[in-house]
């Protein structure tokens, strides 16, 4: 008799259960209950009772229904949360409320399904060089960069350092080989889908160039030519106003420049990603007189998150310091980890 109840009791827990749980109909006529997670770009990813975590192409589906309400993103933009009741072929419709009608809607209109929430990521490496013998030397190195991206808005941290030393072997004074660092910021707001506004800001010094500060502000507008999971570039265009003061002279200056540039995120292989960009600021009073920077980066992932990296800073002044040349380019080899 305990027997016969215990069954009776499983049997009523599943009965239950696959009465409270949402449910894909396929257009092949199958059927699976579970619970949706999420659908981003066209991938459903649900919770199925059977087979676990499954990831399904949204195209397979003919129409669903949820057992608690969700959060449905529409291409017009408009969030629905609410209850989902399976309507006909290729449609789907929302029970009503005292606030909103019942109505249905065709798959296609759906761009999201439960999103996940936006989270910062981002990257730090850091490299050290040591040498004793003939000549004594210490360098150390390190990069951080943060990221953001919404659907309306992107936002970019980054930050660089390097500093060197070496020991004359004659008299034992230590002379300084290296020593800099520089910092961006940038915020990027979508109107379209493609095209965006932008501020942006940098600052950054430069013992051994003589450079004290250099600030430079800008805003403009850049268009998002590719942004999928192997690669994303955009453009960009606008004005700035930079400043740049040096340590062996008094004066310091401050003009308004174009802004131009480009942006470029992309995946070479697997585990194997090039970052580069460039920015140009020509002044506005005279062309020839501009400051160009550039950046471009070699990882290379030995786990999911570890990388080793190699960077290249190219930065061209063409009115830098007294003495000093129009050129720096920096080199930086490192261990770096990603989150």
Do not use: C
């Not at 699976?32 to 997670?37: A, D, Q, V």
């Not at 996940?116 to 390190?142: Q, R």
């Not at 265009?237 to 310091?252: H, P, R, V």
């Amino acid at each position: 008799m305990r027997g016969n109840m215990l069954v009776l009791l499983v049997f009523l827990g599943v009965f239950a259960q696959s009465m409270h749980a949402d449910e894909l109909i396929f257009k092949n006529g199958d059927r699976l209950t579970g619970k949706i997670n999420h659908l981003v770009k066209g991938k459903l990813v649900f919770n199925s009772d059977v087979a676990g975590k499954v990831t399904i192409d949204m195209s397979k589906i003919q129409t669903f229904s949820t057992d608690n309400p969700i959060e449905v993103h529409l291409k017009d933009g408009s969030v629905l949360v609410q209850k989902v009741a399976s309507s006909e072929a290729g449609r789907f419709a929302i029970e009503g409320t005292e606030a909103v009608k019942a109505q249905d809607f065709d798959l296609a209109a759906i761009s999201s399904i439960n999103p996940p929430k936006p989270k910062w990521k981002g990257n730090v490496s850091a490299a050290l060089t040591s040498t004793h013998g003939n000549t004594k030397t210490e360098a150390i190195s390190a990069s951080a960069n943060l990221s953001k991206r919404t659907a309306k808005d992107r936002t970019q941290l980054s930050a660089d350092f390097a500093r060197g030393e070496q020991e004359n072997p004659d008299t034992g004074e230590q002379k300084t080989t290296e020593n800099w660092w520089r910092t961006k910021a940038k915020y990027d707001y979508f109107l379209t889908k493609k095209f965006y506004g932008y501020l942006d800001g940098r600052y950054e010094t430069d013992k051994i160039a003589q450079l004290d500060r250099r600030v430079i502000v800008g805003g403009g507008g850049g268009y998002q030519w590719i942004e999928s999971e192997n690669m994303k570039f955009s453009t960009e265009s606008g004005l700035a106003s930079l400043y740049e003061k040096y340590e062996n002279q008094t004066d310091s200056s401050t003009e308004l420049s174009a802004q131009l540039g480009y942006n470029l995120n992309m995946n070479l292989a697997k585990g194997l990603k090039l970052v580069h960009d460039l920015t140009y600021y020509p002044s506005t009073d005279k062309f020839s007189d501009y400051y160009l920077t550039s950046t471009g980066e070699i990882r290379a992932h030995f786990t999911e998150n570890m990388f080793l990296n190699f960077k290249v800073i190219l930065n061209y002044d063409t009115t830098p310091a007294i003495s000093a040349g129009t050129t720096d380019t920096k080199y930086m080899l490192g261990l770096g980890y990603s989150f």
